[in-house]
């Protein structure tokens, strides 16, 4: 009997993610020695892999020639190294912003960006395929929740920059887990993930130069202060009264304003860390002086900063960006109110490489 093509689809995908070999960005380096051992070889040896991946970059068996051809070929026949497929690359007019979209060994595609400035090298990378927070003026929300990403997967898209930056005798300077998903509904793969990156024999990518944004996960926020980390936080508001709030993101319906400065404020109580919340601006929305006022009451005595930043459109959101003018009202408006605001550039919005507009077709 044929099965209809849905299901040959999904029988094929099974059959190419079941027995597949461990994505070496996946192990950490316990994970990465027992392996080694198993193959009957010396403990050293992970150790030097490990070097060979996070040190020098290397990103194929082939390419680790201070290792015997013998181990090499064990690493071949038991690891996988390549997780992402750039399936297209777009370059920004100004040269400054890349964006790469990756095919996974499941057909799910992501979206990760490399932004230069100055001498910045920020990557802006994905958590999930997909988000099942349904922002609505996100066009990751729009495009409904697939899957977590690995741990693995998420490393794995900061060393395919990594390398990208290494041929041009460059380095990553920050990582931002703003593109695809929702990282605190993924928390634990991203901060294994982050932990990898953060080793010290390894890529040895400081704490401090990453920063997380979450759209409100009280019960994360919570564990992520209790954890103290010196990863940034970043935390999307959008708006300063509920019922306003809950029109864009649903979350809000589960934990509403009052618990989330709540928890952002014990955040700031135990880590003694500011917060930078998120605030795309929304023509006639959420833009006006007063709204900026409203913003300031609620987060009065807070050590924070506000990053606003005018909407990025998505097709599936018919919103429109503020204005210049009014955007340097609702700047003055915060500011004289005591609260810390920057009105960030937006990048790379011809190739849909801006905040809220990462999103894959799902094959
Ligand atoms: N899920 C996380 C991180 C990914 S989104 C979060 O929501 O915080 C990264 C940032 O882009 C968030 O601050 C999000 O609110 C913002 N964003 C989403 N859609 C946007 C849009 N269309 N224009 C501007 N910013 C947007
Ligand atoms: Fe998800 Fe963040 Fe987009 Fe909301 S803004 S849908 S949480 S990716």
Redesign the pocket.
Known sequence: MLLPPIWQRWFLKTLQTSNLPPLVYDLDMPALTNLVKEWGEPAFRAKQIWQGLYKNIWTQPEDFSNLPKSLREKMSANLRFNVLSPTLKLDSTDGQTRKTLFKLPDGRQIEAVLMRYERRRTLCISTQVG?A?G?T????GQMGFSRHLSSGEIVAQVMYYARLLQEEDDVVTNVV???M???FHNYDNTMQAIDRLNDADGYNFGARRFTI???GLVPAIRQFADEKRQVNL?V?L?AAEDAKRVSMMPINKRYNIEELIAACREYVQKTGRRITF?W?LIHEVNDSPEEARKLAALLRGLLCHVNA?P????TG?SGQPTTKERAAAFKAALEESGIPCTIRMRRGIDIQA????LASRVD
């Open positions: 988000c927070m922002c003026f996100c066009a990751t887990l703003m593109g998903g929702e990282p944004s979450t759209s970043a999307s959008h998120e795309a930043i909407l990025n459109p998505t959101y801006g905040c809220g507009q």
